[in-house]
Nanobody, 132 residues
Framework: QVQLVESGGGQVQPGGSLTLTCAGT????????IGWFRQAPGKEREAVGC????????????LYAESMESRFAISKDYTDTTVRLQMNALKPEDTAVYYC?????????????????????WGQGTQVTVAS
């Protein structure tokens, strides 16, 4: 069964850092597009960034939503086949539930999406709270 599971959320002080992990079961996650999204209380879900799936001679590269790239970094960890979201210099407005998602399309080629409608498999989310 294909599942995505986020972990690593928690509470952190403003200015702190946190790394979230997206793990997949039932499929080899690095081969697929993975998007990171977040939803703050009372707000619509928004894109953080994404990373495209690896190809035969290609390693996926990240793409970020506007204003996210300066503090957030998406990468793949091939030791445990997960995708990570490194978040630095966190602000209270970063408080949200963070989700990873995939469209589960194998060998999709370069490119990933910042639109949530393009993804149809989602994790349950992990809460990030930035507060002193």
């Amino acid at each position: 069964q294909v599942q995505l599971v986020e972990s690593g959320g928690g509470q952190v002080q403003p200015g702190g850092s946190l790394t979230l992990t997206c793990a997949g079961t039932g499929f080899h996650l690095p081969y697929y597009r993975i998007g990171w999204f977040r939803q703050a209380p009372g707000k619509e879900r928004e894109a953080v960034g994404c990373i495209d799936g690896d190809g035969r001679s290609y390693r996926g590269v990240p793409l970020y939503a506007e204003s996210m790239e300066s503090r957030f970094a998406i990468s793949k960890d091939y030791t445990d086949t997960t995708v990570r979201l490194q978040m630095n210099a966190l602000k209270p407005e970063d408080t949200a539930v963070y989700y990873c998602a995939t469209d589960l399309v194998l060998n999709a080629g370069p490119g990933c999406y910042l639109k949530e409608q393009k993804y149809d498999r989602w994790g349950q989310g992990t809460q990030v709270t930035v507060a002193s």
